[in-house]
């Protein structure tokens, strides 16, 4: 983001209200209008929504090793 | 039989003292509380330390699970409580770090550039895939763990603030500076591996 773009910060905010879940339809509604009218803004929000989706989608849930399973069981003192 | 058991019986069984009961519990949740300590802890050695630790806690204080919320639920939380202690243990970090943190590294001011096309297409890639996970190691503890708690697995600011005992305010302001320290560290990943040789 430009060091010019000076409703930056405002912009943020509202971006992160919105991914945060945070934000309510009129929130939303003026984020989106903004966006329209501005390229960078736009680019910003894609790039950060990005970024977590990139995340979400590569954080595979791990199967647990055996011998830690094993090593859990005993510490429990349980049977599997 | 304990597939036949359905999870609220296994609990009660598991009050009531039923030893097998108790091992399907844990059997049932030990890979998903597995896999959070190693995204919160990014080692499996402290990993392993966090399922034990909550997994004992659960054993001595099932008791008191009321069964309002999911057992996962409740697991998850002592799971999350007990990763954050250790990195307080271990480095004494300050619960009430203020949301004005100094050297740490945001996007403001930084030139913008537009992604590449087909990003999901690198997830095939390991060196991009290691690139994404360099990053999250290198976000520091405190930040991570807010990333992973409301990224990843989709806690409420209200529940992360909670475990991590520092105000929703410092949540909102820790999860910002991580999407954006994340999303700085793929974005010089990208310049890299998109220069040409």
């Given amino acids: 983001m430009s060091k010019n773009h000076l409703h930056s910060v405002k912009i943020i905010k509202l971006v ?24 960078e803004c736009k680019i910003y929000v894609d790039s950060v929504k990005q970024t977590i989706k990139l995340y979400r989608v590569t954080d595979q849930k791990q199967s647990i ?16 | 039989m304990e597939e036949q058991r359905t999870e609220k ?25 597995y896999s959070l300590a190693i995204r919160i802890m990014q080692n499996k050695e402290d990993a392993e ?32 409580n007990v990763a954050y202690g250790k990195f307080r243990d271990k480095k004494h970090l300050d619960p009430n770090l203020s949301p004005d943190e100094p050297n740490f590294k945001t996007m403001s001011g930084h030139e913008l550039h537009h992604w590449p ?5 690198k997830l095939d890639d390991e060196a991009f895939r290691n690139c994404l996970m360099q990053a999250l ?13 409301r990224d990843l697995e989709n806690m409420s600011t209200r529940d992360t603030a909670n475990i991590l005992e520092i105000s929703e305010a410092n949540v909102k ?13 793929l974005l010089n990943h990208f310049k890299c591996v998109e220069r040409p040789s």
């Fill in chain 2, 137 to 149: 190691e290198e976000l520091p503890e405190n930040y991570r763990t807010v990333f992973v708690l």
């Fill in chain 2, 173 to 185: 302001v820790r999860l910002m500076r991580s999407r954006l320290f994340l999303r700085d560290q």
């Fill in chain 2, 9 to 33: 019986q296994l609990v009660a069984d598991a009050k009531n003292g039923d030893q097998s009961a108790t091992a399907s519990l844990v059997q049932m949740h030990s890979a998903k509380i």
């Fill in chain 2, 49 to 80: 330390d966090v399922l034990q630790e909550t997994f004992i806690i659960m054993m001595n204080k099932l008791h008191t699970f009321s069964g309002k919320s999911s057992l996962y639920t409740w697991l998850y939380r002592i799971a999350s």
């Fill in chain 1, 65 to 80: 090793p055996n011998d830690v399973s094993d090593r859990l069981f005993k510490v429990l003192k349980l049977k599997k």
């Fill in chain 2, 117 to 121: 096309d087909h990003l999901d297409d």
């Fill in chain 1, 16 to 39: 992160e209200r919105q991914l945060g879940r945070d934000a309510d339809a009129e929130l939303i509604d003026e984020l989106s209008a903004h966006m329209e009218e501005c390229p």
